[in-house]
């Protein structure tokens, strides 16, 4: 028994002095971290890189008929001062561009005069001009921090893409680039009710408020029940990034070349050329490949057709529209193969070299407009549709992967949009616009 007793006290008297020490070495590891002579100081505000913390800060707006003299006198500074202040914003902010609207801040003293210290105008939600009266008229510009967000949205389309955009809490402008991204996949003039769409993106702030959208990562869009998938990749640094479909083919897809696949240009887009058949010089705004009659002419890009015809001039022709910003012409057909309405591919034969209309061989006018005005496309810088080598393909399915478990998350929802959401939103778009 007293052996036993012996051994727990010895037990008892380990496990003390184990706990002492213990605890005498980690508070000595404590010790060594805690520096008791610094004291994070009380951090001042800084607002336009002012420390604001001794002055009185009100937000104005410029009312009609409001100069920045006026506006100054206003807040009780002097001719003087503000004739210095003119001078010195030259080359930083031209003062005569303050606009009705836009608003302004004052940093004023808190004495009894209420003395105005800083005047900081805001040209729009990122930019601002500081007004310095503390600093012999100083005036300096500044930008406030862009952040980016990223964001989702989902939806279907009930009356436009534009509702379903702000029924999705997005702002109505990721309509633009969902076009411009799916301008080669989607006619977005065609969209229609039931067509639904997913779409992960960038969306940069400012104070915490939306400012512009940035890139769409990915997005899948379903028109008429196909999907359109898209992924914004790049496959290494020394290439930029392009969308991409599941495949890793590019959704930008080039014109062809020629509407001819053995062609021979016999006349250049030009401003001033003479005319063979009217004797005269005017302007050449096609591109003539001369052809045997019959050789089949082919669509430079798909599209929809939005003209086949007849008439003086042009002979039998077609017109083609590809996107919101493309549209092509074939004139001078000995026949026409398709009909309005029709959608044709890339590729695809429209039509036959003929001589119909003003033209003096068998040839086909080729023409071309960018937005509304014939171009030359021979000089015109289209983008490349090189889609992903086999060796690049690994990284680029682990990226759309990636991105695919986020769309397949994203749920549609039906919600109806509050009249209130709509005025907020709209209000975004406006502020946006307004810059
Ligand atoms: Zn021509």
Same mark, same amino acid.
């Given at each position: 028994?007293?052996? $036993? ?31 008791? &002579? ?39 500074? #002097? ?13 930083? +902010?031209?003062?005569?561009?303050? @606009?009705?609207? &836009? ?22 939600? $990122?930019?601002?001009?500081? +007004? ?22 989902? /939806? ?14 997005? #702002? ?13 996949? %989607? ?9 639904? !769409?997913?779409? %992960? ?18 997005? $899948? ?42 062609? @021979?240009?016999?006349?250049? !887009? ?23 009659? /019959? ?15 007849? =008439? *003086?001039? =042009? ?28 959608? %044709? ?5 429209? /039509?036959?070299? /003929? ?8 040839? $086909? ?5 960018? =937005? *509304? ?63």
């Amino acid at each position: 028994m007293k052996k $036993v007793k012996f051994l727990w006290i010895g037990i008892a008297l380990l496990v003390i002095a184990g706990g002492i020490w213990y605890w005498w070495s980690g508070n000595e590891k404590y010790d060594d971290n805690i520096d008791l &002579n610094h004291v994070t100081p009380e951090e001042p505000t800084y607002l336009y890189g002012i420390a604001i913390d001794s002055f009185e800060v009100e937000e104005h707006t410029i009312l009609k008929n409001e100069f920045l003299s006026t506006i100054f006198a206003k807040h009780g500074v #002097n001719n003087l001062t503000v004739h210095q202040l003119v001078q010195s914003s030259e080359g930083v +902010f031209n003062v005569k561009d303050i @606009r009705v609207g &836009n608003p302004y801040t004052t940093i004023k003293e808190r004495d009894s005069a209420q003395t105005l210290a800083y005047l900081i105008y805001h040209p729009n939600l $990122v930019d601002y001009i500081v +007004f310095n009266l503390k600093d012999s008229a100083a005036v300096t510009a500044g930008q406030k921090e862009v952040t980016t967000e990223i964001k989702e949205v989902a /939806g279907e389309i009930t009356s436009s893409l534009y509702e379903a955009l702000i029924k999705g809490g997005a #702002n109505a402008n990721l309509a633009m680039k969902m076009a411009d991204m799916y301008a080669w996949t %989607i006619d977005f003039y065609s969209i229609q009710k039931g067509d639904k !769409f997913k779409v %992960i993106y960038e969306q940069q702030l400012v104070d915490g408020s939306p400012l512009q959208i940035g890139n769409i990562h990915a997005a $899948v869009f379903e028109h008429k029940g196909v999907p359109y998938y898209g992924y914004r990749y790049q496959v290494s640094e020394d290439k930029p990034f392009e969308y991409y479909n599941e495949k890793g083919e590019s959704l930008r897809r080039a014109f062809l070349k020629a509407p001819l696949k053995f062609s @021979r240009i016999s006349s250049r !887009f030009s401003l001033k050329r003479f005319h063979p058949v009217q004797k005269r010089w005017k302007a050449h705004l096609g591109t003539d490949y001369a052809a045997p009659h /019959g050789t089949p002419i082919i669509a430079t890009g798909s599209g929809t057709v939005i003209a086949s015809e007849y =008439n *003086g001039n =042009n002979g039998h022709y077609v017109k083609i529209k590809h996107n919101t910003t493309y549209t092509t012409q074939y004139l001078h057909m000995s026949r026409r193969a398709v009909k309005v309405g029709q959608r %044709i591919s890339q590729g695809q034969v429209i /039509g036959y070299v /003929g001589s119909t209309g003003l033209a003096t061989g068998p040839h $086909v006018c080729y023409r071309f407009w960018k =937005n *509304g005005q014939q171009v030359d496309p021979l000089r015109e810088k289209f983008p490349t549709a090189e889609p992903i080598t086999k060796t690049a393909i690994p990284a680029f399915e682990a990226y759309r992967l990636s991105k695919d478990s986020i769309l397949n998350r994203i749920e549609i929802k039906k919600a109806p949009i509050s009249e209130e959401m709509k005025a907020e939103l709209l209000k975004d778009s406006l502020a946006i616009e307004a810059n």
